[in-house]
């Protein structure tokens, strides 16, 4: 494990740790944006699969998804 990949990991982590207290006290975009920062960090760390897990959540993973794309409003229309 590089010293790059070290560093994504515990950014990935810090982020989704934060997200989860931040899901507490804050409303979701807030929490979104931070799950979504955690998968790209995941992402670049190298774990596919910590990202997918993300990507894959019932309640949030289709807005994370929406935002990894950079379609903020997906998640607003009406399909």
Partial sequence: ?????FIDRLEAWALLI???GAGIV???PAT???WTAAARAFDRAGDAGMAARLTSATKFG????ASLRG???SHLRFA
């Fill in 1 to 5: 494990m590089t010293v790059s990949t």
């Fill in 71 to 73: 379609d903020t409003l």
């Fill in 32 to 34: 979104v944006a931070l």
């Fill in 26 to 28: 804050l409303p979701h």
């Fill in 62 to 65: 289709p807005r994370i998804r």
């Fill in 18 to 20: 934060l997200g989860f």
